[in-house]
């Protein structure tokens, strides 16, 4: 059973809050990242409650890419001020007239006219408390950060069930390999035998002690059981990180399986055996498939 709670990087939340003056609709977004980094996207009128939000996300994500969109509508008058762009509005005056002159255009230029016309006429939210603001946002934002810190967590529970499973299926495979391992010298030695047998007529004390010679530098050459007990001893701490692991894992689990390829690699280079051989690329394909899972944890 899993006791601790690995959280997957990536994850969506979504959270609403009202001060009775503006609705505020915030999502939040996560992707893999090495690092945290936060990115707020909202009104600029609102920018000053910027570092409020990223604080508040920072606090649940310690690790990947989060995409904060806040969304804020106005429910009352009191929240609105609508003024006149005036630069904007002596532009298009000046411009209609020169058109109406140069090319002799009929009509009038009236206010319902200028008023029509982009940027003439601006809406601007009335922040009288910016602090009151910033906190009615952030609560918005923490709502959405709760929603995306259980998307998390369950996408969390399934990577840790599928690299435990992982780990478990290495480790049978290294134990296969254990007991395979022993076998292989030996039978290089009865296949040694068998090839000088044929070249010379029975077996000499010299050619036997040659045989044992050649047999035990063989053996040195592929033993391997420094690199399965590595190994195996990975696996198990890949099990612990997981179920007993404080806080973000993911650069640990990183390292640690580096130094599965590593032992992996020096078995496969070490062997001298068809089965191991075999066995150490299956081996490999399941490390390959516990790194790609990896990088999806915080």
């Given at each position: ?7 997957s990087?990536?994850g ?7 001060d ?6 915030a ?24 570092e409020n939000?990223k604080?508040s ?11 904060v969109?806040?969304m ?5 008058e ?12 002596e ?9 109406k ?8 230029i ?7 016309l982009?940027?003439v ?6 922040v ?9 946002i ?17 996408e969390?529970?399934k ?5 435990l499973?992982?780990?478990r ?12 391992a ?5 039978e290089?030695?009865?296949?040694l ?8 007529e ?14 035990a ?23 612990k990180i997981?179920t007993e ?31 191991i051989?075999?066995?150490?690329l ?5 490390i390959e498939k ?9």
């Amino acid at each position: 059973m899993v006791k601790k709670m690995i959280k997957s990087m990536t994850g969506f939340g979504r959270g609403e809050y009202s001060d009775g003056k503006r609705n505020i609709t915030a999502e939040i977004k996560t992707v893999n990242h090495r690092y945290a980094d936060v990115s707020v996207k909202m009104p600029k009128r609102y920018s000053f409650a910027e570092e409020n939000v990223k604080a508040s996300v920072k606090r649940i994500v310690k690790r990947g890419k989060a995409e904060v969109a806040v969304m804020i509508e106005s429910i009352t008058e009191e929240d609105v001020t609508v003024s006149v762009n005036m630069p904007v509005a002596e532009q298009y005056i000046e411009n209609l007239r020169e058109l109406k002159e140069r090319y002799g255009l009929e009509g009038e230029i009236d206010i319902r006219l200028i008023a029509s016309l982009p940027d003439v006429m601006r809406a601007i939210p009335d922040v009288s408390d910016e602090e009151e603001v910033a906190d009615a946002i952030v609560r918005a934002v923490s709502l959405a950060a709760e929603n995306l810190e259980k998307m998390r967590k369950t996408e969390g529970e399934k990577l840790s069930e599928d690299l435990l499973m992982r780990g478990r299926l290495v480790r049978d495979i290294v134990g296969r390999i254990e007991k395979r391992a022993p076998l292989v010298a030996e039978e290089y030695t009865e296949r040694l035998r068998g090839r000088i047998t044929e070249i010379i007529e029975g077996m000499t004390d010299a050619a036997e002690e040659r045989i044992l010679m050649e047999a035990a530098v063989f053996a040195d050459k592929s033993n391997i059981t420094e690199e399965l007990v590595r190994l195996d001893s990975h696996m198990a701490q890949l099990e612990k990180i997981i179920t007993e692991g404080e806080g973000p894992v993911g650069k640990k689990l990183d390292f640690l399986v580096q130094e599965m390829n590593r032992e992996a690699n020096t078995i496969g280079s070490k062997s001298n055996d068809m089965e191991i051989t075999s066995l150490m690329l299956e081996t490999k394909s399941e490390i390959e498939k516990i790194r790609e899972q990896v990088q999806n944890i915080e």
